[in-house]
Structures are given as structure tokens and as C-alpha cells.
């Protein structure tokens, strides 16, 4: 399984970053996939989920509203597209992938099982 993170950045408060996730070495479209982020000092926290179609979405209370989980299953991607950044959204995001297939995606990050690196988001002025 290989998950690479990339887009993220420093950005204003109110300014917008969308994060993309390439996936690769399993068969992405069977599996529900999740954002997860942590922030320094802080326990690893889920953000957002979504299901193998691509048409059922969740959110953490303090993102919706404001971030906005898509999938395109004929690339292999992941995106995460984070409108209104507030300095308390700085942290690594990693995007994750499901433990099993078929089946919808969960906020309970230990069912999780594969993270990528990550993707600093900083948000400051």
C-alpha cells in the first residue's frame, strides 16, 4: 500500500488549501477512504471519511461545513479541500485507507490501517 500526500502549505487564516492523495498497490475504488490529522502535541485526530462510490461523506463537527472529501476512483486519488482555515486546523494530514473492503468507512481511527506521510498545514498570519 503507498499513499502520498501532497498540497499542503502555509496559509492565511480564511485562505483555502486542497490536499490530494495519490494512491497506489491496492485496488483503491473496493475501499472507503479518510483524512486523519495531528497537530504537535496532540493525539492523531479524524477529520473526514468517505465511501467506495464516492457519495457518502463525514465529517468532524469542527471541519463541516468548511472541508469538503472527494475521490476519483479512475485515478487513484484523494482529495481534501479546506476552505476557511483556522489556525487551529494546523497539523499533519495524512490520508487513510480503510482496513477492509466493501464496506463503509468509520471514524474510528483504528480501523485504519494504512496512513501516508503526511501533509503540513500551517495556518498562520
Known amino acids: 500500500v503507498q499513499l502520498v500526500e501532497s498540497g499542503g502549505g502555509l496559509v492565511q487564516p480564511g485562505g483555502s488549501l486542497r490536499l490530494s492523495c495519490a494512491a497506489a498497490?491496492?485496488?483503491?475504488?473496493?475501499?472507503?477512504m479518510g483524512w486523519v490529522r495531528q497537530a504537535p502535541g496532540k493525539e492523531l485526530e479524524w477529520v473526514s471519511d468517505?465511501?467506495?462510490?464516492?457519495?457518502?461523506?463525514d465529517y468532524a463537527n469542527d471541519v463541516k461545513g468548511r472541508f469538503t472529501i472527494s475521490r476519483d476512483n479512475d485515478k487513484n486519488m484523494l482529495y481534501l479541500q479546506m476552505n476557511s482555515l483556522k489556525p487551529e486546523d494546523s497539523a499533519v494530514y495524512h490520508c487513510?485507507?480503510?482496513?477492509?473492503?466493501?464496506?463503509?468507512?468509520?471514524?474510528?481511527?483504528?480501523?485504519?490501517?494504512?496512513r501516508g506521510q503526511g501533509t503540513q498545514v500551517t495556518v498562520s498570519s
Open positions: 468517505i465511501n467506495l462510490y464516492g457519495d457518502t461523506t
Open positions: 487513510a485507507k480503510f482496513y477492509t473492503a466493501y464496506r463503509p468507512p468509520s471514524r474510528s481511527l483504528d480501523e485504519y490501517t494504512d
Open positions: 498497490g491496492f485496488a483503491f475504488k473496493y475501499y472507503g
